[in-house]
């Protein structure tokens, strides 16, 4: 008796449909048919291998020639202790780099969670705290794991007290301002105000890293890489809260007006 070789057994084919329901509806319980739980997700997995391959660079000291050149060249050749640029602009960069500090980052978390709180909603404001709170436990935890020394090529233009890799400023600052600036842009109707605040959030988050390589605290690799573990932070963050909110298990920051039985905002007049 001859049996097509292109036919495939009952349980085979079976098995590929139980298969394919079941990804389906993991796929439609994470909501990745929708935009917002996509890009989040897959910025996640973009930044996560980013930060793991360039840790892996620095590891093997191929990025040590390319942050010597960049440290040098935001130095005077004539006298390393002396950053490029009028000395005004080092003030400043002392005062950007303070934007990503432990004391900076607390005021804010702690005036947007009492905001949150305030405002009702309680369950988010726990969500940012433990967002923002997680974020800096990760950065304790990374730094302790790889102890990279402090860059010893040129004067540090402030005191620093912990290792270099990641940069905790570049991180933390990259997780409290595009966190809170996601979340200020969902309250937000308008959309050329919602991409004010994202823009924000990320220049703030760009200058930070800068101070800290002009300043000499840090190698452009730590910054990078604090960049890189502190957005895919932000948009781990961002897919979580995306998810709890669905399923009622924290509020939604933007709620949808209520509406009466007949499609009517309460608190309206419907028209004649």
């Known amino acids: 008796m001859n049996r097509s070789p292109s036919r495939l057994p009952d349980f085979a084919r079976s098995g590929g449909s139980a298969l394919w329901r079941g990804s389906t509806a993991f796929w439609l319980r994470l909501h990745l048919n929708e935009v917002g739980p996509l890009v989040s997700l897959l910025a996640v997995s ?14 093997e000291g191929s990025t040590a020639a390319l942050d010597r050149k960049i440290l040098l060249s935001l130095r005077n050749p004539a006298d390393l202790s002396d950053p490029i640029g009028p000395a005004w602009l080092e003030e400043a960069m002392r005062d950007i780099t303070g934007w990503g500090s432990v004391v900076t980052i607390v005021f ?18 726990v969500f940012v705290l433990a967002a923002i709170g997680g974020g800096e436990a990760v950065s304790t935890v990374l730094k302790l794991f790889y102890h990279r020394p402090r860059p010893d090529l040129v004067p540090h233009g402030m005191e620093v007290f912990t290792a270099s890799f990641p940069s905790g400023h570049a991180m933390m600052s990259a997780i409290a301002y595009l966190t809170l600036a996601t979340l200020l842009a969902r309250v937000e109707r308008r959309v050329y105000v919602k991409g004010l605040l994202l823009a924000l959030g990320i ?12 300043l000499g605290v840090h190698w452009p690799s730590d910054v990078v890489a604090g960049w890189c573990v502190g957005a895919a ?40």
Not at 46 to 59: I, N, R, S
Not at 203 to 214: A, E
């Open 233 to 272: 932070w932000a948009a781990l963050c961002w897919f979580v809260a995306l998810q709890l909110q669905r399923r009622g298990e924290v509020e939604d920051p933007d709620p949808t007006p209520a509406t009466t039985g007949d499609g009517a905002k309460k608190g309206t007049v419907p028209p004649a």
């Open 108 to 125: 804010l978390t702690a005036a947007a969670v009492i905001y949150l709180a305030l405002s009702g909603r309680k369950r988010i404001a």
């Open 203 to 214: 220049v703030m988050t760009i200058c930070v890293g800068i101070s800290r390589v002009y």
């Open 46 to 59: 973009t930044l996560g291998y980013a930060f793991f391959a360039l840790a892996y660079e620095v590891g």
